[in-house]
């Protein structure tokens, strides 16, 4: 049995969560699990203040190490056990490689002479790394968009892409009667999501269901705002199930995100992936995207949804969509095969297993057993 | 073979034994045939150039105490991150010296000062085999860290440790296993050794009527100053004057002489002032006894071992490192670590109750015959080439560890000026 550390400073559950980033460690830690159940665990490595150990799903399991100090931010954690617990393991996967805790732990790792991967999640807390080229240390990156793989600047470290990674289980097509009666946004509260652009290009006879926690609270004024007079629904406390009804119920789910927001901030990264749009069409539901970032490598236009240059454009999609149900239907079903074939966790899964099998069996894997 | 010696201070500039037996151990390896590369700092004053000597280290000076007073405590830190832990620069220089010399064994020295943790990370990643030579507590001490709880580092440092060491005494080796950090898997136990030539018998000696009692050293409270000052007023108030008790050494603390003053024993006690070695083993023969009333932790001693190669029979602390190698009554004296005892052993030299001639006859020809470099290098040279058999598979890269020495030094930067500031 091989073991695979994912060093995380967040998870997604209840306790710790920030947006799709810590989703997909997750997604991606079951579905290299399921990809070889006999070969590959995977624990989730990250901190608190108490250790503790928990399966999340076969092969998978969340371990919290005693993180030293009070960090700032969970993306500062690190922690005195680090090197003895990732020594545990024959490969460490760093998740949010541009935070000081995904620092520390490709240091701890290489320093172990353990295969390293990293993956940046778009938490670019420290900039440590990348002036002094954190990323040549580790063996592979795994970017999981074309567009996260341009971002990063490496000599000789290898990096590969793999898309997608939602759990097409969970995420699925209702088995009764479908009824479509809105437009979904799901995902944080924040400027550079571009919700605003939704709203402002939401026709007024449409509804919208807008679910996600609030982060920003200035922003969030602004949206109720500019809601007025629309059919324009916030949901804030959505658990689980409640997302999955709502993408069920959605005629298309809408990701509007931009590179420069409304109070003029400016984002490199807006989306690495666009994790919501996966979840959506493995639902059956088709996706809308800006032409943004990474977003519209997982959306075929007219084929899975619509990639969408303005916002004209995004009302006319908005409307057709919303009138148009033979269409919805067919996007929506091809929409989750495309999720089924391409962006399930299990093609993400194997494909990671392919990668961990080649580092560790690689020359220096060996080497380092021999040791 | 080829053995590349690691120090963080080389004669002229030493601040003990420690330096001085280092440079000796690497000329007794160079007489034997061997090439012998030391990789140290310049130091803390000006050296002449020697070839086998690269000074290309850089010293973050941990034993200025007055620097240490005047310092802010994010400088402390910051100093001591760099002079225990990992010294970027150090890495690289090593990672040089290495390529340059293509060494069969490192041979390390004192580390503290050069970033210690970091050169045994570096080597350990480069499979490069190494002995350690322990004459006091170094791997503990290159774990000090402060801040509250148990001591973390000590634990990973104890947990991936491994190599080969001398250490000078029991004690040595105790003090650090007791910190936590096992000694494996292996430590051979190698006395310290005296320097130059041993002087002329003195089995016979004449009297002068007075006790001549010699002390050389730091003069420092763990070095037992006051406990040999307090012992002179304990035989004064016996009624006992015939001794006088000389100390040699650089004095800091004038609190020692004033001590001195108040017990009104200027005609027994004089400080001396501080004398080159050479100079100050030639006095050893103007005296009768070397007290030695130094702390438990005396790793070992070397001062008592060229005092009694010189006829000068050395009484001692009962605990501590030389204490292991000398038998008592027979190759010196020994004393509990109190001013009673040390006066008690005086008394008896003085009232002839212990006759100093054959113990000093003794004592010269076991630190001539066993306390000598001479006799200790074959030992030295067997771990060594021990040690270089081992194998290097699964050497990692040079510019691998020297990336991540400069990311991992970075890294603890910030968190100790964030530690300070929070």
Request: hydrophobic share 40%.
């Amino acid at each position: 049995m091989r073991r695979i550390a994912y060093v995380t400073p967040l998870y997604f559950g209840d306790d710790s969560c920030v947006g799709g980033g810590e989703r997909y460690p997750q997604n991606l830690a079951k579905g290299v699990a399921l990809s070889a159940p006999e070969k590959y665990s995977v624990d989730l490595i990250t901190f608190g203040t108490r250790p503790s150990q928990r399966e999340l799903a076969p092969g998978v399991a969340l371990r919290v190490i005693v993180a030293a100090g009070v960090p700032r931010t969970p993306f500062e954690a690190v922690s005195w056990e680090l090197p003895a617990t990732l020594d545990e393991y024959d490969l460490v996967h760093v998740h949010q490689s541009a935070t000081r805790c995904g620092e520390v732990a490709v240091a701890v790792a290489k320093q172990l002479r353990k295969p390293t991967v990293i993956t940046d999640h778009g938490a670019h807390t420290s900039t440590l790394g990348l002036e002094y080229g954190l990323a040549e240390l580790a063996d592979a990156v795994v970017a999981y968009s074309d567009f996260g793989a341009a971002l990063h600047h490496v000599k000789s470290t290898p990096i590969h892409v793999v898309k997608g990674g939602v759990d097409s289980d969970v995420f699925t097509p209702t088995n009764g009667v479908r009824v479509r009666d809105r437009f979904t946004y799901v995902g944080r509260l924040l400027p550079h999501k571009g919700i605003d652009r939704l709203i402002d290009a939401l026709p007024a006879d449409l509804p919208l269901t807008v679910c996600g926690r609030v982060y920003h609270e200035d922003y969030f004024r602004l949206l109720r705002s500019k809601a007025e007079g629309k059919l324009v629904e916030f949901v804030t406390d959505a658990d689980d199930e409640a997302i999955l009804a709502l993408y069920r119920r959605a005629w298309a789910n809408v990701l509007s995100s931009v590179h420069t927001d409304c109070y003029g901030n400016s984002f490199v990264a807006p989306e690495l992936m666009g994790f919501t749009l996966l979840e959506a069409m493995a639902c059956g539901t088709p996706a809308i995207c800006a032409r943004t970032a990474a977003m519209p490598e997982f959306v075929d236009h007219g084929e899975t949804g619509f990639v969408y240059d303005d916002l004209a454009s995004l009302t006319n999609i908005l409307q057709l969509l919303a009138s148009d149900s033979s269409l919805v239907e067919r996007l929506g079903r091809q929409a989750r095969e495309a999720v089924e074939a391409r962006f399930d966790l299990r093609a993400a899964g194997r494909s990671m297993a392919k990668l961990y099998d080649d580092l560790i069996d690689s020359e220096s894997g060996s080497a380092r057993e021999a040791a | 073979m080829r053995i590349l010696t690691i120090s963080n201070l080389y004669p002229p500039d030493v601040v003990g034994g420690y330096e001085i037996a280092c440079r000796q151990a690497v000329e007794a390896l160079l007489e034997r045939g061997h090439d012998v590369q030391v990789l140290t700092t310049p130091g803390r004053s000006p050296s002449p150039r020697v070839a086998h000597v690269d000074r290309a280290l850089r010293l973050t000076d941990p034993f200025s105490q007055f620097v240490n007073r005047l310092s802010t405590l994010s400088t402390i830190r910051l100093m001591d991150s760099g002079s225990y832990r990992l010294d970027a620069f150090n890495v690289d220089r090593t990672f040089e010296a290495l390529e340059r010399f293509q060494p069969d064994v490192v041979y390390l020295w004192n580390l503290l000062g050069i970033g210690g943790l970091g050169l045994l990370a570096a080597l350990k990643h480069r499979r490069v085999p190494w002995v350690w030579h322990l004459m006091d507590n170094v791997p503990s001490y290159l774990c000090r860290w402060n801040s509250l709880g148990p001591n973390r580092l000590i634990a990973e440092v104890a947990r991936q440790l491994r190599g080969r060491y001398v250490a000078c005494s029991r004690r040595v080796v105790d003090e650090i296993e007791r910190d936590g950090i096992p000694l494996l898997p292996e430590v051979e136990l190698i006395p310290n050794w005296a320097g130059g030539p041993p002087g002329s018998d003195r089995s016979s000696r004449a009297s002068s009527g007075r006790l001549r009692i010699i002390s050389a050293g730091r003069i420092t409270p763990e070095k037992g100053v006051g406990v040999l000052i307090e012992s002179a007023r304990v035989l004064r108030d016996r009624g006992i004057e015939s001794f006088e008790i000389d100390i040699f050494g650089r004095l800091l603390d004038h609190e020692y002489p004033a001590l001195v003053h108040r017990y009104g024993l200027e005609g027994w006690v004089s400080f001396k002032g501080e004398l080159p070695n050479a100079e100050l083993v030639k006095r050893y023969a103007d005296y009768d006894v070397f007290a030695f009333p130094t702390w438990e932790r005396e790793p070992f001693g070397i001062a008592p071992l060229e005092a009694a190669l010189h006829g000068c029979v050395p009484i001692i602390s009962r605990l501590c490192g030389i204490s292991e190698w000398l038998v008592d009554g027979v190759h010196c004296l020994k004393a509990d670590r109190t001013p009673e005892a040390f006066a008690d052993r005086f008394q008896t030299v003085i009232d002839r109750t212990v006759d100093l001639g054959p113990i000093a006859a003794r004592a010269q020809r076991v630190v001539s015959r066993e306390f000598r470099v001479e006799a200790v290098i074959p030992r030295i040279e067997a771990i060594l080439e021990r040690a270089s058999r081992e194998s290097r598979a699964g050497a990692g890269s040079t510019e691998e560890f020297h990336r991540l020495a400069i990311i991992a030094e970075r890294l603890a930067r910030i968190i100790v000026q964030e530690g300070c500031a929070a």
